[in-house]
Nanobody
Framework: DVQLQASGGGLVQAGGSLRLSCAAS????????IGWFRQAPGKERRGVSC????????YVPDSVKGRFTTSSDNAKNTVYLQMNSLKPEDTAVYYC????????????????WGQGTQVTVSS
C-alpha cells in the first residue's frame, strides 16, 4: 500500500522553527516529486515546496523563499520541510504529496497524499 506519513507539526512561537518529515512507502520513491502543501481554514491548498527526488532539484514559491527549504534522505524514503522564521500566517495543516510527473504548487493532479500535520504559530 502507498503511504505518505507526515509528522513534525506542533505549536511554535513566531520566529521559531519546525522541521516536518514525510515518510514514503509503497512506491518507487526516486521516480516521484514530493511536495509540501498547506491549507488554512477557508483557504485553498497551495504548495510551499517541491523536490524532484531523482536529481534533488528543489523549488519553493516566493511566499516562503528564504524561510522554507526542502530536502530528501533517499536511504530513508523521507522528505523534509525545514521551516524557519515562522509567522502566524504560516499556521495551517501541512500535507505532503507525491507526483509521478512534475513539481507544481497547484494541488490538482498529485498522485498520492499524506494525512496532514497541524502547524500553529503563535504571535
Amino acid at each position: 500500500d502507498v503511504q505518505l506519513q507526515a509528522s513534525g507539526g506542533g505549536l511554535v512561537q513566531a520566529g521559531g522553527s519546525l522541521r516536518l518529515s514525510c515518510a514514503a512507502s509503497g512506491f518507487t520513491f526516486d521516480a516521484y516529486a514530493i511536495g509540501w502543501f498547506r491549507q488554512a481554514p477557508g483557504k485553498e491548498r497551495r504548495g510551499v515546496s517541491c523536490i524532484r527526488v531523482a536529481d534533488g532539484s528543489t523549488y519553493v514559491p516566493d511566499s516562503v523563499k528564504g524561510r522554507f527549504t526542502t530536502s530528501s534522505d533517499n536511504a530513508k524514503n523521507t522528505v523534509y520541510l525545514q521551516m524557519n522564521s515562522l509567522k502566524p500566517e504560516d499556521t495551517a495543516v501541512y500535507y505532503c504529496a507525491a507526483s509521478r510527473t512534475r513539481c507544481t504548487y497547484n494541488a490538482f493532479g498529485w498522485n498520492y497524499w499524506g494525512q496532514g500535520t497541524q502547524v500553529t504559530v503563535s504571535s
